[in-house]
């Protein structure tokens, strides 16, 4: 028998692990519902159509498909061969598969407004909180199977909305105590670059190779335009505006040296500076012009969320779609949203070592076992404590105390409670501190009172 493993690019998690990021979780929830936002879940899997094209030419590629049911039928295996021959062609087709599972939360959300857009109070503020997979190389920080957290508006324009986005990243980071910059840019402003460069077109080829800035350098991402058919001079304009620096107001007054006298330009210059004046107490956001967030969707104001002391790729992005839901033939409705990446959020949590303490605690009590008239003594006790919210273990067969000691050491419990002959006699127990060492003896009635 081979030994056993998982897939590679997800993982298992320990209870430790869990509790952590179950308190990355709660942080960010709450201040979802601080904001208005409600939850939702979508399936896990989503029709193929739903999903493809939406992602750009890369995107796509990373789409984990999932190979329809009945291919092992020899009665159709010649059309199962031509269909997997289609497949490795880069086509897709529905006699292999017709269901992927989700890339993102982002699309699937499109498509639940596109399906529920009648029965939405508007504006729609829904947060989701799910994994999603990417057929992706797994390295630091990047997995095949990872979990989102997104918070997304429909229905409005309102700039509003980006700046009330800005403010939940700057709150859910300052509770998980963890430095960050928040850059913006605009699709506006890419698609301004585009004009000057030669037209709308060049905009998806500008972006695609712009995105990969930070991984490849700018001598590449130079190599990357000319294999994509830009021109010399159009490349020197990109790497003019790629060079851009200063603070932001330098920034933006370079730039709209630049792309300021085309009408898009002029347009999501005016949006950045909007944001700009409207967060000035957000100390933690900066322009940055060399965000592209190689989606295609995206329209307006983007996001992207960098740790300052810990070198990590993005761990959290979002921007402005203005008509996602038209991919599903509701056209008209705008949108914007945010999302956090929580496994890399925890790996930044992890090496500052900003959880709390009290994040790891599971059991609060464990109960010493005894003997048979000891143990249900104690199981009735346990049983009050439990129902008022205290996490609590009877051990699970009369041992010596080391071993008990030592479970609880090792389950990191804080307290044991110790009810022997002498203490049922009189209706006592022992509760002992295993942090601090101290032990006393109380009556099984003053317990809950006295435990802490």
């Known amino acids: ?114 399906m529920n857009f009648g029965q939405l109070t508007l504006p729609f503020k829904r947060y989701q909180i799910q994994p999603v997979w990417r057929a992706d190389r797994p390295q630091k920080g990047r ?58 077109d060049k905009l998806t080829d500008i972006t695609v190779a712009i995105d990969k800035l930070d991984k490849i350098g700018l001598e590449k991402v130079k190599e990357e335009l000319t294999q994509r058919g ?16 200063g603070s932001n107001t330098q920034k933006l007054a370079t730039l709209t040296q630049l792309i300021g006298h085309t009408t898009i330009g002029a347009q999501g210059i005016a949006e950045v500076e909007h944001l700009l004046n409207y967060a000035t107490n957000i100390d933690s956001l900066v322009t940055d012009f060399t965000l592209a967030r190689g989606l295609n969707y995206y329209t307006g104001i983007i996001f992207e969320v960098k740790a300052t002391t810990v070198q990590m790729g993005s761990i959290g992005g979002g921007g402005r779609y203005d008509d996602l839901t038209g991919l599903f033939g509701v056209p008209n409705v705008p949108g914007v949203g945010i999302s956090f990446g929580v496994d890399r959020i925890y790996d930044v949590m992890e090496e500052l070592q900003v959880f709390p303490d009290e994040v790891q605690t599971g059991t609060q009590v464990l109960f010493f076992n005894l003997g048979e008239a000891e ?66 003896t109380l009556s099984q009635s003053d317990l809950l009172n006295q435990l802490w």
Do not use: W
Not at 230 to 245: E, K
């Open 230 to 245: 830009l021109s010399d001079q159009q490349i020197g304009t990109i790497q003019q505006y790629l060079q851009i620096s």
């Open 375 to 440: 143990s249900r003594n104690a199981f009735t006790l346990m049983q009050q404590l439990r129902e008022a919210g205290i996490r609590c273990e009877l051990f699970h067969e009369q041992a010596k105390f080391d071993k008990q000691f030592k479970y609880a050491e090792k389950k990191a419990i804080p307290y044991v409670v110790i009810i022997g002959t002498h203490e049922m006699e009189q209706a006592t127990c022992s509760r002992k501190n295993l942090v601090t060492g101290e032990q006393i």
């Open 143 to 200: 997995y095949r199977e990872f979990y989102q957290c997104d918070a997304d508006v429909v229905g409005s324009n309102s700039l509003l909305n980006e700046v009330e986005l800005t403010h939940i990243y700057q709150t859910v980071f300052n509770q998980l105590k963890v430095p960050v910059e928040i850059r913006i840019n605009s699709r506006k402003i890419l698609a301004a670059l585009a004009e000057v460069c030669g037209g709308a």
């Open 1 to 114: 028998m081979s030994k056993p493993s998982i897939p590679q690019g997800t993982r298992d998690f320990s209870a430790a692990v869990v509790r952590k990021r179950q308190y990355i979780f709660q942080t960010i929830r709450t201040v979802f519902e601080t904001y208005g936002f409600q939850p939702l879940e979508t399936p896990a899997m989503e029709n193929l159509d739903t999903l493809m094209g939406k992602y750009g030419e890369e995107g796509d590629k990373l789409i984990f498909k999932i190979l329809n049911n009945g291919l092992d039928n020899p009665a159709k295996l010649e059309q199962i061969k031509a269909d997997f021959d289609k497949l490795l062609e880069g086509k897709n087709t529905k006699g292999i598969t017709e269901r992927a599972l989700r890339y993102d939360l982002t699309i699937p959300f499109a498509r639940y407004v596109a």
